[in-house]
């Protein structure tokens, strides 16, 4: 099953504001893209055409893993807002 | 609005637990959880023992709603194309007193919010709690959506990446080294067909770890546990082991080439995938907690770098289950006094020193010394599993002695300078 298919089957509420943020300015001077091989739910990629990174917080697991792997402090990560983000049914 | 005796950022274990003995003790208190329900935000490998913390909380040990105890260990070495498994099961495991549980968070943390309603505690769900207040230099507060929530006593237990912690000065940023990422999925599967594949009894449960070429010679494993109607399945791996890998992986292709792996495949063949989830695991044990109090606020569970790793057994929630009773203790205390003070709360490090909970986290201060090697990931699965093909394979060659063919492995792998290293190290353990 693809990832994404994956992401498909997990409960979530999505809130219209990303609770993640990047600085693009440190992402364009980044070689290694940690979090593009980290984030468990592979939701980091590069935008060829504007060479921005993005991520698509919506399918987030909310595990913080990206905020650590980015040594270079380009992840501004909160939780999302009270009732937003996965709602795990398992857990 | 009147000061609350403990608001409780986080209505986890640890959370859920000092609450449910402040509340039986008669004291005002409310839990702040961000999920629509508590258990919702929460991932478990996972396994609970529950030997240490009967005394802490005798009744909700009792009557929690978990998944299997588990009367069979079993233990997965793999090499890239070949693996040895060793199982070991008690007869005593398969009657109570029941050493671990098998569980699933979001069943478990929901009853247990219910069983604090009962004791009179408030568990206010689809709360986010984004900052503490302060009056004159203690903790007296949070905010949560724009509301201020002023308490003699805050209990952060807002899990491993506590940004009340952070907020409070009392912990560094959170560093790769000291990390690790756990990726789950559960998989729905008929009970019948897991009592059946597993050899287990009604009710009865299993685990299975596994280690070696799971990670590609980074530093974590495999897990394996079976629910009452579902299979826990997953991978663990250390953040700056992964990050210094090259070439570079995916942690979800990792997590996809585990579970295609024969040895994993066949227990959830024909089962249903519902839920992948991922959470962050503190493996840095004793090294890695942050100061656990100041004045106005005490941190337990997770938040307070509460889970260890000893190789075969990984354990996280018994501790955060007794540091939350302990938080409450001291709370308690304070309360008593009318004193929220930094000094007064300072009982609370007295009370976990005396617990099994820190002299546990003591006890195994120097075990990531010896689990980050990363020989114990390729080249201790390669030496066992090279052994067992010398011992198992016949070919049309005249066969060598077998004392010879474990000795040509071990000079191979083990008796060298780096094996001597390595056992030297282990000692500290």
């Known amino acids: ?6 992401l498909a089957l997990n409960a979530m509420k999505n809130d219209r504001e990303s609770h993640i943020r990047l600085d693009q300015k440190i992402c364009a001077a980044c070689k290694e893209r940690y979090c593009v091989y980290a984030c468990p739910g592979h939701l980091y990629s590069l935008n060829e055409e504007t ?7 919506a399918g987030c697991l909310e595990c913080g893993t990206c905020k650590i792997v980015c040594v270079y402090n380009a992840v501004s990560w909160e939780y999302p807002k009270g009732e937003f983000g996965v709602q795990y049914r398992c857990g | 609005m009147d000061k609350l005796d403990v608001v409780v950022v986080g209505g986890g274990l640890a959370g859920l637990s000092a609450a449910y003995r402040l509340a039986a003790a008669g004291r005002q208190v409310v839990v702040l959880e961000r999920g629509d329900a508590p258990g919702s935000k929460n991932v478990t490998g996972g396994r609970i023992y529950v030997q240490p913390i009967r005394e ?3 009744e909700i040990v009792a009557d929690a709603p978990f998944e299997r105890h588990v009367v069979r260990e079993v233990l997965t070495v793999m090499d890239d194309d070949a693996s040895a498994q060793m199982e070991y099961g008690h007869g005593k495991w398969r009657s109570e007193p029941h050493m671990s549980y098998t569980v699933l968070r979001a069943r478990f943390d929901r009853w247990f919010s219910e069983k604090v309603m009962e004791k009179g505690a408030f568990v206010i769900p689809g709360r986010r709690v984004d900052d503490l207040l302060w009056e004159d230099g203690r903790v007296a507060g949070v905010v949560a959506g724009g509301e201020e929530i002023p308490a003699h006593i805050v209990i952060a237990a807002d899990g491993a990446l506590s940004f009340m912690a952070e907020k409070a000065g009392l912990r560094t940023p959170l560093r790769p080294e000291n990390y690790a990422l756990a990726i789950k999925e559960v998989y729905r599967i008929d009970p019948a067909a897991i009592e059946d594949r597993f050899g287990l009894g009604q009710g009865e449960g299993a685990a299975n770890l596994f280690m070696g070429s799971v990670t590609r010679g980074m530093f974590g494993g495999g897990f394996l546990y079976t629910n009452q109607d579902s299979l826990s399945v997953g991978i663990v791996l250390g953040m700056r082991s992964q990050m210094d890998a090259r070439p570079q992986v995916e942690s979800h292709e990792l997590m996809d080439a585990f579970t295609a792996r024969p040895e994993v495949a066949r227990w959830i063949k024909g089962a249903q995938l519902e839920e992948y989830s991922a959470h962050i695991i503190s493996e840095a044990g004793a090294k890695g907690m942050p100061a656990l109090y100041t004045g106005g606020m005490l941190v337990a569970g997770d938040a307070a770098g509460f889970s260890l790793n000893m190789g075969v057994t ?46 546990d986290m003591e006890t195994f201060r120097h075990s990531r010394e010896v689990l980050e090697n990363p020989r114990l990931f390729t080249v201790y699965p390669k030496f066992i599993c090279s052994l067992l093909e010398e011992i198992f394979t016949i070919t049309e060659k005249p066969k060598p002695g077998l004392y010879g063919s474990a000795k040509k492995a071990a000079k191979k792998y083990l008796l060298n300078w780096e094996g001597f290293k390595d056992f030297l190290t282990l000692r500290k353990m």
């Open chain 2, 314 to 359: 990984v354990r996280g929630m018994e501790f955060a289950i007794a540091s939350g009773v302990l938080a409450a203790e001291a709370a308690n205390k304070a309360l008593d006094k009318g004193d929220a003070s930094k000094e007064s709360l300072g009982l609370y490090e007295r009370l976990l020193k005396e617990s099994f909970a820190m002299k």
């Open chain 1, 1 to 6: 099953m693809k990832i994404e298919e994956k």
């Open chain 2, 56 to 58: 802490f909380l005798p």
């Open chain 1, 51 to 57: 060479n921005e990174m993005v991520v698509e917080y």
